[in-house]
């Protein structure tokens, strides 16, 4: 991060572990808020934000540990893990705080382009997956649709494994529109605009969840008939 001059953690030869960003740099002291925040603190931390001493004041804690955003936890060796943005948590129906962006990123299948995980006030989270364009024009015949989706929620069984059981999926949705900048539910860099897309869909959730199947697809995906 610029706030910190990017001196904050490497990963050590000998030492380094795969989704792990490293150990701390010498002088770097960091700890994990009771929200699952990293924070942390250094001689090359930034004074503050520039004409903004209302932002710079929020952005530490009193002791001087600057409040990056990032959720991380950290292992028996000192190894750092970020884990999701603070910003994006989420809380079911059930009381359990959801990290969108961990799942997204274990939900991996060559027709899938973009995943938005989603689940506030609901009782377990899901995923709204856009397809990509070749997967999309494949979809020309019922078997087309029933392969695809039978390996969709495989996928998901693979995620749900891993996770504990207030994060695992319900199931997931193929939407119909693709995301793009031009609708709004694309960042100019190609991110998925979390709040957009969510807003886009929220009306469908109830009647999503009442359908209790692993795969819906959205009435412009429907399966051809015939």
Known sequence: MSEDFAYSHVSRIGRARSGYVGESLPGVERRIADSGELLIRSPARMMGYYKAPELTAAAFTM???????????IDELGRLRLTGRLKEL?????GKYVAPGPI???FV??????ICV????LGQPFALLMLGPDARNALVTEAAHHALGVELEQAMQRVNQTLDPHEQLDFVVVVAE???IA????TPTMK??????????EQHFDAWVGEKRGVIWEAALAAPVG
């Open 63 to 73: 002791d001087g540990f600057f409040k990056t955003g990032d959720l991380a936890d």
């Open 90 to 94: 989420f809380k079911t129906a059930k």
């Open 104 to 106: 997204e990123c274990k």
């Open 109 to 114: 299948h060559p027709a899938v382009e973009a």
């Open 118 to 121: 989603v689940g506030a006030n």
């Open 178 to 180: 693709p995301w793009t």
């Open 183 to 186: 609708n709004g539910l694309l």
């Open 192 to 201: 998925v605009k979390r709040m957009a897309v969510e807003k886009r869909y």
